[in-house]
């Protein structure tokens, strides 16, 4: 028998970062309550004593409604605020340093802003309405949830959808210039190679970045268009013969790749 948690912040960051690119994007309000509720099922779970969310492989989870009055019942309410506990103590950053503030950091949960979203939601989520009701304030609401330890997903959701899109562009921009390449004859790839200009210097007393090797048609006329940023001969260019294009993204990827390297050979 399996037994898994019964939140699932992986789902929290994912629903949140696609709705906090796009808020009326497929089903929005579907994706918002699936994130809400594993959202507040981890803070749950993490704040309440023996909270039925605590419970691994439990068959019978309390939906988001339930879990704000569990919140609420357990940490009262505010304003419209309930202030969840972290576990953490307070602190400030300082021009001397950090500074510990001697009491516990709280989370603020946005209560009567969450209950208005689902139950403004409510309705397109079991098809008996139009959708395009969620607003700027309900997914700031479902962001903010992310600053307490029981989540904390939302940045490394945003670094993985960050590399995913620098991925997708390269191969764009590859198949793009591939596709260039074809249109160009032997005799004019020759006369582009043997113009390749000198790379322009940079400033100061770096001596800037030699021509690198193109990824698309093979010829070193890759023109560094950026800084070599690890010193592995490696930055953002322009081929100058099929007019590949490598962005800053890939271009530090590669460096982390040369990086690893190295230090793998010195294991």
Known sequence: MTTEPAAHPEIYAAGTALLEQDKEVANAEGIFAQ???NGLLAIAAHSIADHPAAAV???SLPPASKILDDLVTAFDETGGVCSVPTSEEATDLTPTGLVRLGYERKVAVQTDQLRDA??????????????????DHDIKALVELDAHPAL???SGRYVDEAWRRGQVEDLNERARAEEYLEFLNEDERA????????????PSDDVGVPLQECPVCGAEALIATGGDEMGYGIAAGVCFVCSYQRSDAI???MNLDAEWEVR???L
């Open 35 to 37: 994130a809400l509720t």
């Open 264 to 266: 793998w050979e010195h």
């Open 191 to 202: 006369h582009r190679l043997e113009n390749v200009p000198v790379p322009f210097g940079a």
């Open 118 to 135: 689902l139950r403004r939601t409510n309705a397109p989520r079991h098809g008996r309405g139009a959708g395009g009701v969620l607003t």
């Open 152 to 154: 904390r997903s939302l």
């Open 57 to 59: 492989g439990s068959r």
């Open 251 to 253: 271009a530090h990827e």
